[in-house]
């Protein structure tokens, strides 16, 4: 069975439905997996030995998609997340079967509409994505193995001892991600970060790194004044996202509001601290990554500025208790 499954918004949301591609993959090795991304989610799905076939939606003209669509022969399709576009592009590519939450006006080009009210948020986004997965086969089993996505050692050493080398580093890695993509509803000030990060560097046992994605070349610069004299690498990664991942697999701690690198980090398997708004649809309880839970710890940055001062004292003194973890 050719199974065409979309999710092409950001980088976090792609990796929240990794768990779906799969499981259906699992499910029946003969099954062809095909994934509709976003263009920055090609390299990333291209890595995953679960996915057979990838189709980049790239926002062009419309028909162009309809026949991207047409082109892989689909038997099925399952839209973890959908909008009008993607809706009708799969009504044109006459896709037989059209799985997909029943939501908003695009639910009328699916032929099979699951409810789901995930603003609710009685799981988690990778679970609701699984339960997709549910519509199309009863009897398919949901757990997934962790980490999810694996390098072979050889790959990922040769990544981290050019970075060490690159960088001096001789200490386990401690990284903080200050920037994030507007997809989080909360995060430190710039002057806060620089105030965790000052207190992690003072830990001599590990090796503080702050990390830059595309597009944070002010941030990068703004850091590199205010940690000035600090025991501090500043990285920017250039690399490409698979070769970011498989430097992130071998780092100690990685820090981070929630945003896409977060839910890399814990993809590969890195231990997380990671902050999210005390709301209920952007809190951990929906956007936890796919990881072992033993090895996230999520922060609920409270709303007014009071609770968020007091706070804050919290989440210094935690820092400090889990860097002293660290051999």
């Known amino acids: 069975m050719n199974i065409l499954v979309v999710r092409t918004d ?15 993959k699992r499910h029946n090795p003969n099954n062809r997996i095909i994934a509709c991304v976003a263009p920055l989610n090609r390299e990333l799905a291209q890595a995953c030995d679960f996915i057979d076939e990838v189709v980049v939606e ?14 892989v022969n ?57 339960q ?68 992690a560097a003072t830990q001599k046992r590990v090796q503080v790194v702050v990390t830059f994605g595309p597009g944070e070349e002010a941030l990068h610069a703004e850091f590199e004044r205010k940690l000035e004299g600090v025991d501090a690498v500043l990285y920017p990664s250039r690399g490409g996202i698979v070769a970011f991942a498989k430097l992130l697999a071998s780092f100690r701690l990685f820090i981070s509001t929630s945003t896409g690198t977060y839910h890399l980090a814990a993809l590969v398997g890195t231990p997380t601290m990671t902050f999210f708004a005390d709301t209920l649809f952007a809190s951990a309880a929906r956007w936890k990554s796919v990881s072992e839970d033993g090895i996230q710890k999520h922060y609920m940055i409270p709303l007014d500025q009071h609770g968020r001062d007091a706070f804050f004292i919290d989440v210094k003194r935690e820092l400090v208790e889990e860097l002293e973890t660290i051999a």
């Open 10 to 24: 950001k980088l976090g949301d792609f990796i929240t439905a990794l768990p779906t591609l799969y499981v259906l």
């Open 58 to 71: 790239k926002g062009g003209p419309f028909w162009e998609l309809v026949g991207d669509l047409r082109a």
């Open 74 to 130: 689909a038997d099925v399709s399952v839209t973890l997340f959908s909008n009008t576009r993607m809706a009708l592009a799969q009504f044109f590519a006459r896709i037989p079967l059209r799985i997909a939450p029943a939501t908003k006006i695009a639910q009328l080009f699916y032929n099979r509409r699951i409810t789901q009210r995930r603003s609710q948020v009685k799981m988690a986004e990778f679970e609701y994505n699984l």
């Open 132 to 199: 997709l997965a549910k519509a199309l086969f009863e009897d398919i089993e949901l757990d997934f193995e962790k980490p999810l996505l694996r390098f072979e050692p050889q790959e990922r050493a040769k990544i981290y001892d050019d970075f060490c080398a690159q960088y001096a580093v001789s200490r386990p890695v401690v990284a903080f991600h200050p920037g994030f993509g507007g997809s989080s509803d909360a995060n430190w000030t710039a002057d806060e970060y620089v105030e965790l990060i000052r207190l």
